[in-house]
């Protein structure tokens, strides 16, 4: 293409003329906006693009794309994703789920999805709520969480996304807010960029059914004491005094106060988000409010590997060059065993 | 390679022969051999070379691999049996037979589960060595006499010591006991070599391809089997050889092929046609999974074949690449199609093509997998939530899955519909000769690409306008600039594809999805009657059972009766004649292997239609012709 033909796309130009059907004060507005404004930033085609989800309040998002969208069934999104993306590559492809649509009905494609790395952007919007059905528990509902489904409370335990990431050999993390346009905006882009499957978590506040779910992570006067907003190189630095950092204690991560109980700056750890042992990756994304840590936020990973759409199409091209076929019909008449009647 | 070439080796031998010790040759039409024993005794191996070195001798085949669903049971036991049958002929084998003319049995558990598949006057060959007092405890005999504790007191018990002989034959090969031990399937495959007159270097050339690789394997393989065959001319075997003679076929190139395989490459053929990338998401499932490791194999055609976490990702990443803009498939067998029913669904809904191939094997549940059965109808026709109409078409013998599965592409691609192509354990794994098809001259295959075939403003344009006579709506694939949308299981709104929950709307999609099924039979072929066009009886059937039925009419006309017979590839929509043909004969009697599905179908549809007899048999096992011409024959002296 000519670079004066290149037209810079605005986020308007990624939004249908449909009215948004969320509740008022809903976080999906900001997931969606923040999605608009990411691919404006990449400038990526509108008609190049497609927006793939199941079933539950964030799977209603495609339908206010510009884009090629594709609003499928409960927990399939991953799997749909995958059969767009190996039939066309070229395309920039992203799924919108949230918990229960992608970590329990669709648990299995989540997972297989992120094992064979192909090149889509998953978006989870977790609230720890089924929303649409009207208020049960999730399978990231915190234990002992009360719902109309455990009227006495869950007697079961969460999964956390990312650990289910690397356990599934997840080559992307990161964890954002509903709340931080620009933040996930940024998580959204780099999500783009990196080839592979990149998971987003994006803590979502569910107005109805689990209101102020994440607002200890959330409100602006916790928020900079209790997360820790990770930059790839940089210390491990949170707080509102900017004074705090994570250490390594033994085997396990603490928060201190520099200048305190003798750490100093030189003590507090730099966050490598490129290396291949995630072993310090989930420590991160695992730290919970509970331990005394912050909750971790920014890419936690992003490591290099080949992608499943690409692995596909260079064995094709490989074979291809080796065993070159005009047709079926004269690869028919080459194969083993055949005959002719005169 | 011309039959002719084929001078027999062993015709030197002959005729140093002296005539009164040499063995006659008999010529026959048809004959029915039966390759039976433990599940890891190489049985499938021996049929299928036995069928293919037949077919390139140039007689007609029918292959029926019958298998238990263990990879390897207790040795010797009944659970364990695997047996391989072929049917050979000069012409007009158009099923792999009721019973077998001859057995080889390479353990009494071997003889006793076929004992009931013996002609009266069969031939058993069985090997002694593996007929010893404990071989017959695992087979639960009481006695030491096998053949007459099984009352087989008909046939002709021919005992080899096929294992010492093997032992003996490759005893200075330097291979171990073991590794010597597997050629025994080859040892008695030259023993039926010879019974037949067959050439053995045929059967050279196929262990030659089989095992390339393994050339000490293919040198003990060959030596096994000479040695079995020269052991049977040297011996005297049986007093009578036969000689099938080769068929009289179609002019052309031929390869014997089976279902599976004819399925795979129907799709690849549709997908050259179409000029579209082939995609199959699949996940593995007895009997379907050798349409997945072809289809893995062809990415010298470019195929895209994705082994998928689970029946449910196989339909749904087809459903994907179907939106992107594939010829898109999923394979599978029953217990998977219920697992699919939903994304079938969203097929339905958003209208895109899709063909799932169902191989259909005995049920409910997980059944009988490796059995075959037709039990699956009413799940393709029926087996979804809401008013979900799919094209059902099912193919009709092994080669008959090449033409059937083009056709499903067509329609899907064509008319932008899921299709849903009903096959069977038997005709899956069944193998036949099969002209290899010119593809020139297959159909043209023409998806209708939005930009190419909706006439109209590209800014009017919208995802749910239709073609006014097919009632298809145009595939806008993305990456095509100008037609983004979004489409989705939600009810659609008739025009925009925009959520919609209007009464009016809803009702009107629900009649335009179906009537846009219903109209695909104007594009579909009239139905055919074979045989007595006046007859008063027509039997009626449908898929996989075509060869047992069209024997079951003609030997009917043989004996003097006038039948008729219409076999059916197409069951949703129906042919447009169906009604009208159905209602020419006095009697109609339907028979299929379930409990009358195709018969309540029919009736349901058609209620003048109210003559309907039904045959169902559901054992998991093929049509028996002897059966059905004596059921028959009792429905057509009903008054």
């Not at chain 2, 200075?172 to 080859?186: P, Q």
């Not at chain 2, 109808?377 to 094209?391: D, H, I, K, T």
């Amino acid at each position: 293409m000519n670079a004066t033909t290149i037209q810079e796309h605005l986020p308007k130009d990624y939004k249908s003329a449909i009215p948004v059907r969320w509740c008022p004060g809903c976080g999906d507005y900001a997931i969606l906006s923040s999605l608009h404004r990411a691919m404006a930033e990449l400038n990526i085609e509108p008609h190049e693009t497609a927006v793939i989800s199941g079933i539950g309040c964030s799977s209603r998002l495609p339908y206010y794309m510009s884009t090629y969208g594709f609003h499928s069934i409960h927990g399939r999104a991953a799997a749909i994703a995958t059969g767009v993306k190996v039939a066309n590559p070229n395309l920039s492809v992203w799924v919108t789920t949230g918990d229960g649509d992608s970590l329990a009905i669709g648990g299995n494609h989540f997972i297989h999805a992120i094992r064979r790395n192909i090149d889509i952007n998953i978006v989870l919007f977790n609230n720890k709520i089924y929303g649409l059905t009207k208020g049960q528990y999730s399978p990231t509902s915190d234990k002992g969480f009360i719902s109309k489904s455990s009227p006495y409370g869950t007697v079961e335990e969460p999964f956390r996304p990312a650990e289910l990431t690397f356990g599934a050999r997840g080559t992307f993390f990161a964890r954002s807010l509903d709340v931080d346009v620009k933040n996930l905006t940024d998580m959204l882009v780099e999500a783009a960029q990196h080839k592979g499957t990149a998971v987003v978590e994006v803590l979502q506040n569910c107005v109805i059914f689990n209101d102020g779910i994440h607002s200890k992570i959330s409100d602006r006067e916790w928020r900079a004491d209790n997360t820790l907003l990770l930059q790839h190189g940089e210390k491990m630095i949170f707080g509102k005094e900017e004074n705090r950092g994570i250490v390594l204690d033994g085997w396990s991560l603490k928060a201190v106060t520099i200048g305190e109980d003798g750490y100093t700056l030189d003590d507090v750890l730099v966050h490598d988000a490129s290396t291949r042992d995630n072993t310090l990756h989930m420590k991160l994304a695992l730290m919970e409010l509970a331990d005394g840590l912050p909750v971790a936020l920014g890419v936690i990973r992003r490591v290099e590997a080949p992608t499943y759409e690409r692995e596909v199409e260079r064995q094709i091209t490989e074979v291809k060059e080796r065993s070159p076929q005009d047709s079926l019909t004269q690869f028919l008449l080459n194969s083993p065993n055949v005959w002719e009647v005169k | 390679m011309h039959p002719h070439a084929l001078q027999g080796r062993f015709i030197h031998n002959n005729q140093e022969e002296n005539m009164s010790t040499k063995t006659v040759v008999t010529d026959i039409k048809q004959v029915t051999v039966r390759f039976s024993g433990d599940s890891g005794d190489g049985m499938q191996l021996s049929g299928t070379l036995f069928s293919t070195l037949s077919a390139i001798f140039g007689n007609e085949i029918s292959t029926f691999p019958d298998f238990p669903a263990e990879i390897r049971a207790p040795q010797g036991s009944l659970q364990g049996v695997s047996g391989f049958q072929v049917r050979i002929g000069a012409k007009d084998v158009y099923n792999s037979g009721d019973k077998a003319d001859v057995l080889v049995a390479m353990n009494p558990a071997a003889l006793k589960v076929n004992a009931q598949h013996l002609k009266r006057g069969s031939i058993v060959i069985y090997d002694t060595d593996s007929f010893e007092e404990k071989d017959l405890e695992k087979a639960n005999f009481q006695t030491q006499e096998p053949f007459k504790e099984l009352g087989l007191e008909q046939v002709h018990p021919i005992g080899v010591a096929i294992t010492s002989l093997t032992k003996a034959s490759l005893e200075d090969s330097g291979m171990e006991n073991k590794d010597i031990l597997r050629s025994k399937n080859m040892f008695a495959l030259g023993l039926v070599c010879w019974l037949f007159n067959r050439p053995l270097e045929i059967a050279d050339q196929l262990l030659q391809q089989k095992f390339a690789k393994k050339q000490a394997v293919v040198k003990a393989n060959i030596k096994a089997l000479t040695d079995g065959y020269n052991y049977g001319h040297n011996t005297h075997l049986t007093t009578a050889t036969y000689r099938v003679e080769p068929a009289a076929a179609e002019k052309g190139f031929y390869t014997d092929i089976c279902g599976n395989m004819a399925t795979a490459y129907g799709l690849i053929a549709a997908a050259e046609k179409a000029e579209v990338q082939l995609f199959l998401g699949s996940y593995p499932i007895t009997p379907a999974t050798d349409i997945l490791h072809e289809l893995a194999k062809r990415k010298d055609f470019g195929v895209k074949a994705l082994q998928m976490e689970d029946e449910i990702a196989g339909i749904t990443s087809a459903v994907g690449a179907s939106f992107a803009g594939c010829l898109a498939a999923t394979s599978t067998s029953g217990p998977g199609l219920a697992l699919k029913s939903e994304a079938l669904g969203l097929a339905v809904m958003t209208e895109l093509p899709l063909v799932v191939i169902d191989v259909q094997r005995g049920g409910p549940s997980t059944g009988l997998p490796t059995k075959s059965e037709q039990t699956d109808l009413n799940q393709a026709l029926y087996g979804r939530n809401g008013e979900s109409p799919v094209v059902v078409i099912a193919a009709n013998s092994p080669t008959d899955c090449f033409n059937s599965a083009f056709e499903a592409s067509k329609i899907a691609l064509e008319h932008m519909t899921p299709v849903v192509l009903l096959t069977d354990g038997y005709i899956a794994n069944g193998s036949a000769a099969w002209k290899i098809p010119d593809l020139a001259q297959y159909p043209e295959i023409k998806p209708p690409y939005v930009q190419k075939y909706y006439e109209g403003d590209a800014k009017e344009w919208k995802p749910y306008l239709r073609d006014p006579e097919t009632l298809t709506r145009y595939w806008a694939v993305p990456g095509t600039p100008g037609y983004t949308h979004r489409v989705g299981g939600l009810e659609k709104d008739r025009l925009t594809g925009a959520i919609s929950t209007q009464p009016d709307n809803h009702q009107k999609m629900v009649n335009t999805r179906a009537e846009k099924i219903k109209r695909i039979a104007e594009y579909l072929p009239e139905q055919e009657v074979v045989g007595d066009r006046d007859a008063d009886t027509l039997i009626v059937g449908w898929g996989g059972t075509y060869g047992h039925l069209l024997e079951t009419m003609i030997q009917l006309r043989d004996s003097g009766k006038k039948v008729a017979l219409t076999h059916f590839r197409h069951i949703n929509p129906l042919p447009k004649n169906t009604h009208e043909l159905l209602k020419q004969y006095k009697k109609v009697i339907v028979a299929e292997q379930n409990t009358g599905q195709f018969a309540a179908y029919l009736s349901g549809r058609f209620k003048d239609v109210s003559h309907l007899y039904r045959f169902n048999k559901v054992e998991g096992q093929p049509f028996k012709v002897s059966e059905l011409v004596e059921a028959f024959t009792k429905i057509m002296k009903e008054k």
